[in-house]
């Protein structure tokens, strides 16, 4: 290294992100004209990344929490310690209250039992012993269900390989860009025999994201699906199909997110009310 | 949806949460804040704005079939609300993790284990060039490169001037600098500090 320029001693404040802006502008100057210094801060900037490669990701600081490990990194790093201590703190409590006995309903179960037992004597024996009635109930419950769930995946099978008729195709405009009764939501009707439903998603024009997740939310907030991996097109729209299945008649939340870099934000929300037409 | 090592319960938990039943979602909720209402995580007005990623990372989980049920459920709903808590102080202090950390779930062993090897094999290169500086620059490496300081905040850390901290940081750097180029051009040598310039 032989620039012997003051802004050289700078290079590697800059490549860590130590300097104040004064220093940054004054080093970002030096560097338009220095070809040693650019290389410098290429390295040091190098060298950082590898340094912070031992930033301990998110999952294995709740793993080595949940196992009581504490990683070499945290004894280096601050911000490290602060999350690792908070999750352990964090996982002491969950552990806590899951050994915690519930007296209240343990109180109400016993009670119940020494008043049963007590009924129990006083009424006739039946001849034959009863069947346990709450099990076999929550049983028939789960076959009911799975037998749904299978009859559900077998009709969408046939979908999926079938023609697709009278898909509705629906312009969805941002809440924010509408007034009046369209704020109330997007109306959807699907004709009895329609299995997919076509949104055109229309954002306001905007630097754009890398990518884009419209999550879909019901009446009561509560997730129902999410599409992952959107591109906008150059007319500020993304489209997607939506199989009937997933969008039973109500009223409906769309989130549209982007993400950019490591970032996500939230870009648009649509109001959307399905309908089945008989 | 593979639940095939879930207990019934948690299986049927399960179908009812992607179903989108009021009931499966109550009791999901319900574990989710018992993670997230922890006042050592410190959400306040955030606090549901991550509950809902919760709900959202486990959705995609369910219907991909990722929970196998090697833990229980609860325990499960625990780790992605963590997860997602930690996220989210981590992106309030805008430390990028995103490209180190693409998932949330315990990885199976199989699971790109080159990118595993290659992030192994940075991360012990790092060791050894932090092994081999003294406990003044490592202090300080730990400062400006780790919580990334500001020289001037660092020079209140450690109680001395900015102008000190400027001429350690560039002793340090090529102290560093020696160290990284001898182990990356020598990867199977060990420096020990005594070797360090």
Known sequence: MNCTAPEAELVAGLSTGTLSPSDSEAVRRHLADCEECRVDAAFVAEMAATLRSLHLTERELVAAAWARQRPAHVLDCASCREEYEALLAVDADLRAGQARVPWVPVAAALLVAVLGAGLWKLEPRPAVEPVPGAEVARLGEAERRLAQAESRLATLEREAVAPHLNVPIIDLEPNAATRGPAAAGRLVELAANATTVTFVVVTRPMPPHDSYTLEVLGSAAEPRFVADGLLRSPYDTLTLSVPRALLPAGEYRFVLYGRRGGDRERVETYAVSVRHRP | ?197
Not at chain 2, 10 to 21: N, P
Not at chain 2, 44 to 68: H, M, N, P, Y
Not at chain 2, 101 to 106: A, F, I, L, S, T
Request: net charge positive.
């Open chain 2, 1 to 197: 949806m593979s639940t095939g090592q879930a207990s019934k319960a948690d299986a049927e938990l399960i179908l009812g949460f992607v179903a989108g039943e009021r009931e499966s979602l109550a009791r999901v909720d319900r574990w989710i804040q018992e993670v997230l209402g922890n006042r050592r995580f410190l959400l306040g007005a955030d606090r549901e704005d991550v509950a809902q990623d919760v709900r959202r990372r486990l959705l995609v989980s369910f219907r991909a079939g990722r929970f196998e049920g090697s833990s229980s459920l609860r325990t499960y709903v625990w780790r992605a609300a963590q997860h997602a808590a930690l996220n989210h102080i981590r992106g309030r202090r805008r430390r990028p993790t995103s490209s180190l950390d693409p998932g949330w779930e315990p990885a199976a062993p199989a699971s790109d284990p080159l990118a595993a090897l290659a992030l192994e094999e940075r991360r012990e290169l790092a060791r050894r060039v932090l092994a081999a500086l003294g406990d003044e620059c490592r202090r300080l490496w730990a400062l400006a490169v780790f919580e990334e300081l500001p020289y001037r905040a660092v020079a209140q850390r450690l109680g001395i001037t900015e102008a000190a901290v400027k001429v350690k940081a560039l002793r340090c750097r090529r102290k560093a600098a020696s160290v990284y180029q001898q182990l990356k051009g020598a990867p199977s040598a060990t420096l020990t500090p005594e070797q360090a310039p």
